[in-house]
């Protein structure tokens, strides 16, 4: 059970390029997530997806996009990079369903990003 | 005003000490708390769910005061494996279990 994993775990790009980030759940959870990191800031929400097919905006979702074409895996798309997009990129799952009990999230290892 | 706020420390302990430390947060429909641990450059870890009544696991107490909107984090007998950064986290009751992080508490036990 490898629970929340992220490629890559580290990547330089130049300004205007574009690339892809992977994360994979094998929890079955319903909901995902996709965080930045950055020193001072907290976690912030990029996108979620609260089931296979669908994906919404959380709190800095310009200049990324997402799909969650399989149940597991959920995409973060950066189309073309800006350095103000240099941080620490995380993955997270988690049930869904009612809040009758505490919904913790489950996150991945990270990914580095550097925009040049 | 942050919605999760939480003093960024560094909490500089003594090893054995005890340390607490809060989080306030703005919204009173806020639904479920909790405390997570993150070391350096490595991702967040539930370290505990904060419960209405207070819950201790461990070393560990945790405390939720509704009235005054702060949750808090008391560790015991501090080891020098508990340094790092503690994350105050709050679901407000938005849809798809959104969570809310505080800016996270630098603890730093020495021998």
């Known amino acids: 059970n490898a629970g929340v994993t992220q490629t890559p775990k580290f990547r330089v790009l130049k300004t205007g390029q574009s690339m892809t980030l992977l994360c994979a759940q094998d929890m079955n959870h319903e909901y995902m997530y996709w965080y930045r990191q950055d020193p001072g800031m907290g976690l912030r929400l990029i996108h979620y997806?609260?089931?296979?097919?669908?994906?919404a905006k959380g709190e800095v979702p310009d200049g990324y996009n997402v799909s969650r074409l399989k149940k597991q895996n959920f995409l973060l798309g950066l189309e073309s990079a800006a350095p103000s997009q240099t941080s620490v990129y995380f993955c997270?799952?988690?049930?869904?369903?009612?809040?009758?009990?505490?919904?913790?999230?489950?996150f991945g290892p990270g990914t580095r990003l550097l925009v040049l | 005003r942050k919605e999760v706020e939480q003093d960024p420390g560094p909490f500089n302990v003594p090893e054995g000490a005890t340390v607490a430390f809060n989080c306030t947060y703005s919204n009173s429909a806020s639904q479920s708390f909790f405390w997570y641990r993150q070391d350096c450059r490595k991702e967040p870890k539930l370290l505990m769910s904060?419960?209405?009544s207070g819950n201790e696991d461990g070393r560990f107490t945790a405390q939720l005061n509704r009235a005054s909107q702060y949750i808090s984090l008391l560790i015991r007998d501090s080891k020098l494996s508990d340094s790092a950064t503690y994350l105050c986290?709050?679901?407000?009751?938005?849809?798809?279990?959104?969570?809310?992080f505080g800016g996270g508490t630098r603890v730093l036990v020495k021998p």
């Open positions: 997806s609260v089931g296979e097919g669908t994906t």
């Open positions: 904060v419960y209405s």
């Open positions: 997270a799952s988690s049930y869904g369903g009612t809040l009758a009990s505490p919904l913790s999230q489950y």
């Open positions: 986290v709050v679901n407000m009751g938005a849809a798809g279990n959104k969570l809310t």
